[in-house]
């Protein structure tokens, strides 16, 4: 890779039939966020990866369960805010609905925020936001939200110093000018670089950013967001930046056709009274283990038996080491007791599904 010296931060001059080299931050944000960016296009986010709330139906019942609690917390309150970030074509806001029990529905004022156009046939129940309403009493949920909010990457030169990393709209990168202010010192902080040639970071500091903004549009409440993510003992050498198109992993590439991104540093993102835990432990609080029916039930309810199976298989798969139930959650209460507890578990008792 070659090595830059000149440039501002983030641009530097035109090059080649590709345009410019500018920081991945930059490139990100027009590749996805655009006007003709990757999630601006008609097929949504589920036309190329699959979130927990696409794998079962269950993750939109578990969130269903955590907004009662901290409707209970709250003292049930009329309006009940439920905020849905990057709510892609509002699946997750119409699951949570229709699972609430109906004494919670009625009070409760869903907002899905997203950049795209309002699907057709959405719930109209369901309101469209470009950004979160302002004072939030209830929860505002961000699943894989923050992995999109763009960063910029850098990278330790030969000589022992980390480096902007600049990149064309082909993907083609180099080395820009050194890391320093702000950056440097989220660097230092949060994501420390040995001093020989190779390793990469993303630098968290928009994610933080971001998060602390929607967060401060919760009056009371919870605000949670559920990611991939890392924390300061395992942060990757070689950073996580990565690109997703039709299901499959692609080289990133900021020209639109793809996803793009990268793992969170939720403890940079958490606020003071804020606690990470993998979403295994937090479902599982939620009531979803992923156990089999007992053997039982196939004798004498094998309807309902094979009901529970199919439900025990999708919970295990949002909740299985190595896959969904590595996620993190991040969980911000506002004004609130933790509704899941210290240690995750429940404070308050509101019934569970039966077939989870």
């Known amino acids: 890779m070659e090595a830059e010296t000149t440039g501002t931060t983030g641009m530097a001059g035109a090059d080649g039939p590709d345009g410019e080299w500018r920081g991945w931050r930059a490139a990100t944000e027009d590749a996805l966020y655009g006007p003709d960016g990757f999630y601006r296009r008609p097929e949504g986010p589920a036309g190329h990866f699959r979130t927990s709330v ?40 119409r699951g949570v609905l229709g699972a609430l029990p109906a004494e919670v529905a009625v009070r409760t004022r869903a907002y899905a925020v997203e950049i795209a156009d309002r ?18 009493t209830g929860l505002l949920f961000a699943n894989e939200w923050l992995d999109n909010v763009p960063v910029d990457v850098v990278e330790v030169d030969a000589a022992g110093v980390p480096r902007l990393v600049l990149v064309r709209r082909d993907g083609v990168e180099r080395l820009g000018e050194p890391v320093g202010g ?38 009371r409440g919870l605000a949670v967001a559920v990611d991939y993510a890392h924390t300061a003992d395992t942060r990757p050498p070689f950073g996580t930046l990565a690109g997703f198109r039709e299901g499959r992993a692609t080289a990133p590439v900021p020209d639109g056709s793809c996803d793009l991104t990268a793992h969170v540093a939720l403890d940079a993102c958490a606020l003071p009274g804020a606690r990470t835990l993998p979403q295994r432990e937090a479902l599982s609080a939620l009531g979803l283990t992923g156990a089999r029916p007992p053997l039982a039930l196939a004798s004498t309810d094998p309807s309902a038996y094979v009901r ?49």
């Open 54 to 93: 696409h794998a079962s139906p269950l993750f939109a019942g578990a969130v269903a369960r955590l907004l009662c609690r901290v409707d209970v917390a709250l003292g049930r309150p009329a309006p009940l805010d439920f905020v849905d970030m990057a709510a892609g074509r509002g699946e997750l806001a």
């Open 308 to 356: 529970a199976l199919a439900s025990a298989g999708e919970a295990a798969e949002l909740t299985a080491s190595g896959g969904l139930g590595d996620f993190g959650w991040l969980l911000q209460p506002v004004g609130v007791a933790d509704p899941l507890g210290p240690s995750g578990e429940l404070l308050v008792d509101v019934p569970d599904d039966e077939e989870q």
């Open 182 to 219: 702000a950056a440097a010192r989220w660097l230092a902080r949060w994501w420390p670089l040995p001093d020989v040639e190779g390793p990469r970071a993303e630098i968290g500091l928009p994610r933080d950013t971001a998060w602390a903004t929607a967060v401060s549009h919760v009056e």
């Open 119 to 136: 699907p057709h046939g959405l719930d109209p129940r369901i309101e469209w936001l470009p950004e979160p309403p302002r004072h939030v």
